[in-house]
């Protein structure tokens, strides 16, 4: 079946440097999803990417689906405390609505 | 106000017992979904049902039992046939559409003792 990693799985930064999360598949990507989960919370959804190539921004985070649709980044510039968590990327594939979950990278991010 | 909500957020149980975990939302979605996670591991998809009545199996659906009976319930059953039930067993719901977020729950940590 499909398989989706994410690198890294772990990074610890300080506050103010940039991060970056990257989501690879050995299929070609239906449209990405991605997912912030905190410490103990439930994943909440970020965005979506459903076009080849496309970028989209929110705030310091940007999101970007590859070319080629086999993988896909997120990147936080200037990071903050509040940007600490575990995030997912995920597929939606086939004709139902499921989603196949990235592996996640968990970010720390201390003073 | 709308959402997900699950019940119990911590479960106990004894080796050998079925247990039911609760799933319920008030956002009218057509679709619901069991996920599990491991601790500092992703999500995988147990079961999920697309509209009442009908349910498929996810990636790990042995050991599981599900029903979906209402639209704003999708309770799921851990059987004593799951070898490692303990987890982080979290519930979400979508519009259905193909391009629709999942909503989660908060989510139900059992411990099987």
């Known amino acids: 079946g499909q398989q989706v990693m994410q690198i890294p799985q772990y990074q610890h930064v300080q506050e103010g440097e940039d991060f970056t999360t990257y989501c690879n598949s050995s299929?070609?990507?239906?449209?990405i999803q991605w997912y912030k989960q905190r410490p103990g919370g439930h994943p909440v959804f970020l965005i979506q990417?459903?076009?080849?190539?496309e970028v989209k921004k929110q705030k310091r985070l940007t999101f970007q689906f590859g070319e080629a649709k086999k993988n896909s980044s997120l990147h936080i510039t200037a990071t903050q405390t509040t940007d600490v968590g575990t995030y997912f990327c995920?597929?939606?594939?086939?004709?139902?609505?499921?989603?196949?979950f990235g592996t996640g990278t968990r970010l720390q991010v201390t003073l | 106000d709308g959402g997900i909500t699950q019940s119990p957020k911590y479960l106990f149980r004894k080796e050998g017992q079925n247990v039911t975990l609760s799933c319920e939302q008030n956002?009218?979605?057509?679709?619901m979904y069991w996920y599990r996670q491991d601790p500092g591991q992703g999500l995988r998809l147990i079961y999920y049902?697309?509209?009442?009545?009908?349910?498929q199996k996810g990636d790990i659906a042995e050991g599981y039992s599900v029903s979906r009976e209402k639209k704003e319930s999708f309770p799921l059953t851990v059987t004593s046939a799951q070898k490692n039930p303990t987890a982080f067993y979290l519930c979400?719901?979508?519009?259905?559409?193909?391009?629709?977020?999942?909503?989660f729950g908060p989510g139900t940590r059992l411990t099987v003792l």
């Open positions: 049902s697309q509209i009442v009545n009908d349910f």
């Open positions: 990417l459903v076009k080849s190539g």
């Open positions: 299929t070609t990507l239906s449209n």
């Open positions: 956002l009218n979605h057509d679709a």
């Open positions: 979400a719901s979508s519009a259905g559409a193909r391009y629709n977020e999942q909503f």
């Open positions: 995920a597929d939606r594939t086939g004709t139902a609505s499921k989603l196949t």
